[in-house]
């Protein structure tokens, strides 16, 4: 099972990001997204269910951060609007068989990271 993350990048504050994150190897109930800026804990910011119907965010993002996936391709997305310094991270894609969730003891697996930094 591999998680390959990608999208990352330097953007301005104010301005936009797509996250990607593709799995192999097979399919899991949720996927999500966290982040850890340096020197703090792994946080959680979006995570989605297999049926799309279920979704949850962090308050930090909320209205910001939008997370989709396509169960066709295996991926899930992570679209990032109005961009903010405190958003800078290394954010990671993380996948888990268990019902959506914002623990992060609940992911059985994770990706690489792909840093994201908003300068102001």
């Known amino acids: 099972v591999q998680l390959q993350a990608y999208g990352g990048g330097l953007v301005q504050a104010g301005g936009s990001l797509r996250l990607s994150c593709a799995a192999s190897?097979?399919?899991?109930?949720?996927m999500g997204w966290f982040r850890q800026a340096p020197g703090k804990e792994r946080d959680f910011v979006a995570a989605?269910?297999?049926?799309?119907?279920?979704?949850k965010y962090a308050d930090s993002v909320k209205g910001r951060f939008t997370i989709s996936r396509d169960n066709a391709k295996n991926t899930v997305y992570l679209q990032m609007n109005s961009l903010k310094p405190e958003d800078t991270a290394v954010y990671y894609c993380?996948?888990?068989?268990?019902?959506?969730?914002?623990?992060?003891?609940?992911?059985?697996?994770w990706g690489q990271g792909t840093q994201v930094t908003v300068s102001s």
């Open positions: 993380a996948a888990s068989v268990a019902p959506v969730s914002i623990r992060r003891d609940e992911y059985n697996y």
């Open positions: 190897g097979r399919t899991f109930t949720t």
């Open positions: 989605i269910s297999w049926s799309v119907l279920s979704t």
